[in-house]
């Protein structure tokens, strides 16, 4: 059984950190492609950030130079870095798994900007 756990999330200034992490079972993290993606309210999920097995990673422009994304397969745990954030990073942040035939999901981590 595939297990994708967040945690991390929070509250946050505008131009603060913050670090959400994803705990991942029933998979062979190591050549596991990852992701974050978040949802706001009203709107539909957008990736943030993704994780080749690798280790190579995209981000969009929207977070290009303030979110790093990365792994510790020793842990089976990915991590989304998220620094300078913006009252528009304001959404649910969910770990995303990419797995054989399926895709799979956390539960998602709040992570609220205040301005």
């Known amino acids: 059984q595939v297990q994708l756990v967040e945690s991390g999330g929070g509250l946050v200034q505008s131009g603060g950190s913050l670090r959400v992490s994803c705990v991942a079972s029933?998979?062979?993290?190591?050549?596991?492609?990852m992701g974050w993606y978040r949802q706001a309210p009203g709107k539909q999920r957008e990736l943030v950030a993704r994780i080749g097995s690798r280790g190579s990673t995209y981000y969009p422009d929207s977070v290009k130079g303030r979110f790093t994304i990365s792994r510790d397969n020793t842990k089976n745990t990915v991590y989304l870095q998220m620094n300078s954030l913006k009252p528009e990073d304001t959404a649910v942040y969910y770990c995303n798994a990419p797995y054989g035939q399926d895709d799979y999901w956390g539960q998602g981590t709040q992570v609220t900007v205040s301005s």
């Open positions: 029933g998979i062979i993290f190591s050549i596991a492609a």
